[in-house]
């Protein structure tokens, strides 16, 4: 018995537009194209990962996951330049459970009021979960960033069915191992930092098309920015002269220690 084949029309063409109503093909979002149609978003501060991120910004009503392989090292450099609008404008930013004070004068290099953080000291992981929770229900904050390294892909779910409501930005910090695991959050960043003060950043889920290589973002610490020397702003130049800058995949390994002789 011969079978049917339909053969779907892609976006471009012309009888995929016209087959729906207007409003319905508006609504109608494609897996390999990149969403600019969320709502709510806050930009990260970054133009380039702007460009990258569904709705050109960090969403607001929906967690966003930052894998890193050091906690509390890399979080501040990538998301201060979206918490400084918040803190400027008077609105709170609260940490749970950071792995490690956070540093002050740092935190001041880069625009950010201490007098606008809140920090919430949680140890048990069940603790964490409901602080971070009640923190995200309640609606109060201008941005939540919490460190949840043992979280389970169901208690992920319910921060993120709770975040749907909230005008909050909501960062859960994890560590890089979790990338294997299974996530609700619909943004997953892995984010490195590279030789030259730079920062590497992966979106390994969002929702649009695949993103095939990490984002390279010029961060040099604050505080350092005016200090450093032009050559001390690039060290790769002067581990690896004969690469230039092309050192990103290159392994340093530690130099042999040699034996005093007699």
Wanted: proline share 10%; hydrophobic share 45%.
């Amino acid at each position: 018995m011969p079978t049917a084949t339909a053969t779907l029309p892609t976006s471009a063409s012309p009888a995929w537009q016209q087959s729906l109503p207007p409003a319905v093909a508006r609504a109608v979002w494609r897996g390999d194209d990149l969403s600019h149609r969320i709502e709510r978003t806050s930009s990260s501060g970054w133009d380039a990962l702007d460009a990258e991120l569904p709705g050109a910004g960090w969403p607001i009503g929906s967690i966003t996951e930052v894998l890193t392989a050091q906690p509390a090292v890399l979080e501040w450099r990538l998301l201060a330049p979206a918490l400084h609008p918040i803190a400027k404008a008077g609105g709170e930013i609260v940490v749970v459970s950071p792995p490690q004070h956070p540093h002050v004068p740092g935190l001041l290099q880069v625009g950010l009021n201490e007098r606008r953080f809140i920090w919430i000291r949680a140890e048990a992981p069940a603790e964490r979960m409901w602080v971070t929770e009640q923190l995200i229900k309640s609606n109060s904050a201008g941005a939540v960033i919490a460190w949840l390294p043992k979280a389970r892909p169901e208690q992920l779910r319910r921060l993120q069915v709770c975040a749907l409501s909230s005008q909050s930005l909501v960062f859960i910090c994890r560590p890089e191992l979790a990338r294997r695991e299974s996530s609700a959050a619909p943004l997953r960043v892995h984010a490195s930092v590279g030789l030259d003060w730079e920062l590497h950043v992966h979106l390994f889920k969002r929702r649009g098309p695949s993103h095939e290589r990490p984002l390279t973002l010029s961060s040099v610490p604050g505080g350092l920015a005016s200090v450093l020397t032009t050559r001390v702003r690039e060290p790769s130049r002067l581990m690896f002269p004969e690469f230039g800058h092309a050192v990103d995949s290159i392994a340093v390994a530690p130099r042999p220690r040699r034996h005093a002789t007699v």
